[in-house]
């Protein structure tokens, strides 16, 4: 049965047209074709990609901002707590150099007013000799006028004076 | 409606055909040779029959190219000649095991096959269709040359063209060959649009088409043929010793080669079933379209009401037929191509499991 025994000629002409129809469609058609399709899938892909990498990093901008804003709000919290404690310090140097500053002024009014304790007394005593003396040339003026007390008075002076020497030596 | 309609046109097909058939049967009154019309219109020919009208052919005649046996040469001339008879020594054997092909007398007057390399009428259809196949590619191709395909996308016929291409590779070679399908991605590719266009030519009832090129065994046996060298050529060290040192018990290899010869008889059935699966289908089909068909004339001497009545059934049957056949063109690419891959998948198996 011819239907079923292949015919030789066909069988050359079919593996020469099949040949070539294979060698340019392999050469020139499907891989054009393919690699095309395949080239804007792969675009699409990193489109897609490249959209949800976007959405990814506006969310995270969402939560960098919130994250931004607390750190402020720390920041300031921590800054004003900074200023308050600076502020207190602050005060209390003041205090304390006040308080240093009053006390070194009171030791020195203080050490004034010891000095011129000193000198008012020394001129107090230095008056009160000047009196004594004036009192005492007064006193003896009148005693030596008197007759009477003068050798008395000049022999004790004498002895007084003389004892103290002798007690000296 | 639509249905009411679809009747309409059925009956004014069917009506188209009665009168004719009614005078033609008057006319001649031969009977109808079955054989010679279904053999006729599926085996390949030395030209390309059109029609007949009152017993005259109209068919192109075509070249024929015979290189003698006898030592007489290489003769070409056109198959008209043939019709008359003997020409140039050739003639076409009426009979015998030759029947239908041309032959030349022998010295002892034995009816001996030349070389033959006559464009038939198989060789024309494969010419017309393959042209026609790459008219299709290399014009969709042409877009993609002319427009970044990653910008815009095809539409009208490069983009029917794109979609079928990418069914293909992506529901067959990708899923069947496995990683490196890039390779065999163009053949398998060809030899899906290949057969597909020469399987829907066939069903085109008239010239350039109905030539029953798929449903021609020479044509599947070398589409098998490129698969078989396809797989056997570019198998991997690990299918060779699938099929030489198979994974199963010593005895069943040594001292009797059980598996071996089972696993290389295997080598030879994948592409024989290839063969004739498309082969078988094809012709097949051709037939059940030529019997549905061959109803409006085998009823033709029974009377106008059981031919007009058989008549609009042939239609109807034919029409089926033919929806189906378009189904089973598909059908039939779709598989010799998954099955191909499936072969070359199968060649090249990455890693042993052991």
Known sequence: MSLITPDFGLLVWMTLIFGIVFFVLAKWGFPMITDSVQKRADRINESIKKAKEAEESLRNLA??????????????????????????????????????????????????????????????????????????????????????????????????????????? | MSRKFLIFIVFCLAGLFCPVIQSGAKDLEVELDMDEYLYGHVRDAYDWHITTIKGHHISIPLPVIVISKTGRGAHIFSSKHLEEGEYEGFSIATSGKYENKIVEKGPDGAEIRPWDFSITKNVLGLMINSALLLFIILGTARWYRKHDAAEEAPTGGTGIMEMMVTMVEDDIIKDCVGEDYKKYSPYLLTAFFFIFINNLMGIVPFFPGGANITGNIAVTLVLALFTFFTVNLFGNKHYWKEILWPDVPTWLKVPLPLMPAIEIIGMFTKPFSLMVRLFANILAGHFMILGVIAVIFLTAKMGAAVNGGLTVVAVVLGVFMDCLELLVAFIQAYVFTMLSAVFIGLSRPKTETD
Not at chain 1, 100 to 124: F, G, H, N
């Open chain 1, 63 to 169: 939560s960098e901002q919130d994250a931004i804003v607390e750190k402020a709000r720390k920041e300031q919290a921590k800054i004003m707590k900074e200023a308050a404690a600076s502020r207190d310090a602050l005060i209390e140097q003041a205090k304390v150099q006040a308080r240093d500053e009053a006390a070194k002024i009171i030791d020195q009014a203080r050490t004034q007013i010891a000095a011129e304790k000193e000198s008012a007394l020394r001129d107090v005593r230095k008056e009160v000799a000047m009196l004594s003396v004036a009192v005492a040339e007064k006193v003896m003026r009148k005693d030596l006028a008197q007759d009477s007390g003068r050798d008395e008075l000049l022999r004790r002076l004498v002895d007084e004076i003389a004892s103290s020497r002798e007690q000296k030596n």
